[in-house]
């Protein structure tokens, strides 16, 4: 209960309304104090003045104190201060606690003297003891706990209700997407991809879903890649079995005589698993990031060159015209040779296989920008259907299904060269059009 997001909400709505409340109440009861302290001593001035007054008319009345004890007496008991008169000598003539009439008073200097226009000299002297600061205090708290305090106490109890209302609807209104993602997520870990947490919140707990949403979606694809690529894997690698343990067990029947043309087929079938398997080999080290690359300062126009020279008699052999476009001075780039000829070479053949005879195959170099060089690979073959051409650098995938596997390579070309690609810090990517051909870009950083 105490680790509930709920419970700490309202924990904290708690405290920070009690806090605000309380400091509210500490200056408040401050700021009353002073003004309570300021009114008690004005009031004393004030209580002093009159007493003042009516001792000079009773003094003018009488030109004398006899008799003025009863009146500074009541006072004393009004005020709830001690009160001493003096006449001119300095002798006690009053005195509200009837203790020192008729003594001597010392001087004092907070003593008030006593005059009369007309009359030469002070008639008197009056001394007013003040009130403490403490008794002052304690009326000013008992004004504010009195006429106060009671609001502050309803006030806070209905801060209190108001907090635990406002924890009640913005608790379930945060924990209702968050339970949400919880049981997505635990579907999710049991291996129900399918789940999806679908927030329509629009602040950060709506980008949260969205984030799962993707991640879902992401790890539901990659699985049915996985699942895909089992699949493949066991497919591709049945066929080239397939033939050789028919080929031997038709040599074992004596179906057919074990002579050159059954051992050249026979190493063709191991050539081409051999091929896949190496294929596969490489795929699982590119996507794992432990392809090692011998990378070493390279002029690309070199490996163009040399990559386009050994593809010349392919391309002979279809008529195809197979030309370079490149310009006289590049920058260099920091590359495995052997890697990078190994994607021309790869979509080399892909244009070769897929442009018709007497076609023509184009491998240019450009400088998009002064931080990366362009290798372009176009041909006028028949190009690929716009709905396939997101999907040309999966495993295993073929635009051409009625290709052999003997024609039409393993599906792992580009999804090689596509790592590879990666792997030097770039970008590879296709444009086609039906029957007009195709462009594959390779995008390499240059050399800095």
């Known amino acids: 209960m105490i680790h509930s997001l709920r419970f700490r909400l309202l924990v904290a709505f708690t405290i920070a309304i009690l806090l605000a409340i309380g400091s509210t109440f500490f200056f408040l009861s401050t700021a009353i104090r002073g003004e309570i302290r300021q009114f008690g001593e004005r009031a004393d001035q004030l209580r002093v003045a009159r007493m003042e007054t009516e001792l000079a008319r009773f003094y003018l009345r009488f030109r004398s104190w006899q008799g003025i004890q009863p009146a500074v007496e009541q006072w004393g008991n009004l005020y709830g201060q001690r009160i001493v008169l003096t006449d001119s000598r300095g002798v006690v003539v009053a005195d509200s606690k009837g203790e020192s009439v008729g003594e001597q008073s010392s001087p004092d200097p907070s003593g008030r003297p006593l005059s009369i226009p007309g009359l030469r000299g ?33 006030g806070a109890l209905v801060a209190g209700a108001i907090a635990l209302l406002i924890t009640l609807l913005l608790s379930q209104r945060i924990l209702s997407p968050v339970r949400a993602l919880t049981s997505a997520a635990r579907r999710l870990g049991q291996g129900d991809f399918s789940q999806r947490a679908i927030i329509k919140d629009k602040g950060e707990l709506g980008e949260l879903g969205h984030a799962f949403d993707v991640m879902a979606e992401n790890l539901q694809r990659n699985e049915q890649l996985r699942k895909n690529m089992v699949a493949d894997i066991a497919h591709e690698l049945r066929t080239p079995l397939s033939n050789i343990k028919g080929y031997l067990e038709a040599v074992s029947d ?32 590119a996507e794992a990031g432990t392809l090692k690359l011998v990378r070493r300062v390279e002029n690309i126009a070199g490996v163009i060159n040399q990559t386009v020279a050994m593809m010349q008699p392919k391309a002979a052999v279809k008529a195809l015209s197979l030309v370079t476009e490149l310009p006289d001075k590049l920058p260099s780039v920091n590359i495995d040779a052997q ?14 296989a897929y442009t018709p005879a007497e076609g023509k195959i184009t491998v240019a170099v450009s400088l998009p920008d002064e931080r990366a060089i ?17 999907l040309i650098f999966e495993r295993f995938y073929r635009v051409d299904k009625s290709r052999t596997r003997a024609t039409g390579g393993s599906g792992l070309g580009l999804t090689i060269a ?8 770039g970008q590879i990517k296709a444009e086609s059009e039906l029957g007009k051909g195709s462009r594959f870009s390779i995008t390499l950083p240059v050399l800095a």
Do not use: C, M
């Open 374 to 390: 362009e290798v372009t690979v176009a041909d006028t073959g028949q190009g690929i259907p716009a709905g396939e051409l997101p």
């Open 418 to 425: 596509r790592r590879l690609v990666e792997a030097h810090g």
């Open 122 to 154: 002070d008639i008197g002297t009056l001394y007013v003891t003040p009130r403490p600061s403490a008794e002052l205090g304690i009326q000013s708290l008992g004004v504010l706990f009195g006429a106060i305090g009671r609001f502050f106490f309803w």
């Open 254 to 285: 004596g179906v057919i005589q074990p002579d050159a043309d059954t051992v050249r087929k026979l190493n063709e079938e191991a050539a081409l698993l051999a091929r896949l398997v190496e294929d596969l080999q490489e795929l699982s080290l």
């Open 339 to 352: 890697r990078i000829s190994q994607v021309l070479r790869n979509l080399l053949e892909n244009a070769i």
